[in-house]
């Protein structure tokens, strides 16, 4: 168990993409473990990617049923390992925020609903529809996989970028 040092950009290993997972075993579970820890040290934090940590493998964390938005549907801690999107429908445009990103947030648009794929730790398939604040949290740490950041989604950057209003 530990928190780890988030990566901030610009640090280049946050725009590589990140290697599938073949072998469902102890370093894998620890990598969860750290990524779940470190994503704890963080207030309402909705999820965490390996590589921000500064393991280039395809796993992420999301579980928005911490986040207080009115209304927002969660089905909870997903542990996503090779994750990818089969289905995606809709346009959801909503403010986003990033660890490694900490002075700012940004309007971004995304698919509404979401069908996935992935293995979970033990590496059974499994599939999850998401809409709304919960799809843009998978889009989001599915992105960071691929090395892309939320910034690379907006559309104009000087009209949909805001500093954050407070520090920690
Ligand atoms: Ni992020």
Known sequence: MAVRP?????DPRLKQACEPIAQFDDALHELVQDLEDTMHAHPGCVGIAACQIGVLKRVALVDTSIHKKHGAVSQGRMV????????????????????????FTANVRRSQTVQIRFQNGTGEPQQVTASN?????????????NGILFLDRVSNLATDVFPRKTKA
Request: glycine share 8%; net charge negative; aromatic share 4%.
């Open 6 to 10: 988030v990566l901030l950009v610009p």
């Open 133 to 145: 604040f919960e799809a843009v949290a998978i889009q989001h740490e599915i992105d960071h996989l």
């Open 80 to 103: 996503l390992i090779n994750p990818s999107i089969a289905i995606s429908e809709g346009e959801w445009l909503g403010r986003e925020g990033c660890l490694s990103l900490p002075d």
